[in-house]
């Protein structure tokens, strides 16, 4: 696939580039801040822009924003967010669209190269990558009024695989249970929820990120 990785520690971005072209990858640009990054993927319209969130000019959110952009201007450009932080309010506009072609992935939890591989081949694919503890992070926000409230906990466990992009059968597999069960309980789910069928959207993700932004 063609990457463009946007990072401004240049041993990350020279490091990610070796890995990717020994993975069989073409990394088309390598960029340290976000107006690069914006202007790298409106020239090379890359299959997937590996995207930190803290970056300059303003070393805040700035990737992040850059990554909101890219959505809008670029739907069929893959976004994989690698960073250490969750930026809450960014980061719930981001994942509370459409999944797909999305992922938030943790630096310092990402121990397996075969999972990074993974996860950016998943992405290119038009699926989802959620590292657990980023939904973590974000559905901490919702103290109150929780939507999930009202989900059992099987169902919350089957939601938890749902929001890391995992299929039906890999949650059966995970959960030792039949993938009828699984099945049930993702309608379940998507019932107790009230989410639109609209083949836009990743109900999968949506389930657990619809309301983290109110």
Known sequence: MRVILADDSVLLRE????????????????VGDAPALLAAVEHHRPDVAVVDVRMPPGHKDDGLRAALEIRDRHPGVGVLVLSQYVEPHYAARLM?????????????????????LDSLERVRAGGAAFDPEVVRQLLARTTHADPLSSLSPREGEVLRHLAQGFVNAA???????????????????????DLPRDPDYSRRVLAILRYLDT
């Not at 490091?15 to 390598?30: I, S, W």
């Open 15 to 30: 490091g990610l580039t070796r890995l990717l072209g020994d993975a069989g990858h073409e990394v088309v640009a390598a």
């Open 96 to 116: 509370a669209g459409s999944t797909r072609g999305l992922g938030y992935l943790l630096k310092d939890r990402v121990s397996e190269v075969a999972d990074f």
């Open 171 to 193: 949650i059966a597999e995970r959960l030792h249970v039949s993938l009828s069960t699984v099945e049930k309980h993702v309608n379940a789910i998507v019932d107790k929820l």
